[in-house]
């Protein structure tokens, strides 16, 4: 079973910025299309981001231009640069494969907040 920890959430005014890091266990890593995923206070879980094994990458409308999902896959890491951040952006941030592997790490906390 492949293990997803992430980090680099916390606390941060609108307009800041935060990196994510999710890394994740096994040799399969490089194969699967990797997921950046978010769940806010009361709502349901939403795709964010995603990326391919070669770099191609796609984004929720809410986040173009602000994000960037990459990957090291010699690091089995996934990463998240988000600029820009909103109030809206508040929620719990999990990486996944896309679709999902149908079990979730813990997550980061990502709040933004004046």
């Known amino acids: 079973q492949v293990q997803l920890v992430e980090s680099g959430g916390g606390l941060v005014q609108p307009g800041g910025s935060l990196r994510l890091s999710c890394t994740a266990s096994?040799?399969?890593?490089?194969?699967?299309?990797m997921g950046w995923y978010r769940q806010a206070p009361g709502k349901q879980r939403e795709w964010v981001a995603t990326?391919?094994?070669?770099?191609?990458?796609n984004y929720v409308d809410s986040v173009k231009g602000r994000f960037t999902i990459s990957r090291d896959n010699a690091k089995n890491t996934v990463y998240l640069q988000m600029n820009r951040l909103k109030p809206e952006d508040t929620a719990v941030y999990y990486c996944?494969?896309?679709?999902?592997?149908?079990?979730w790490g813990q997550g980061t906390q990502v709040t933004v907040s004046s």
């Open positions: 996944n494969a896309f679709p999902s592997l149908g079990y």
């Open positions: 096994g040799s399969i890593f490089s194969i699967y299309v």
């Open positions: 990326i391919t094994s070669g770099g191609t990458t």
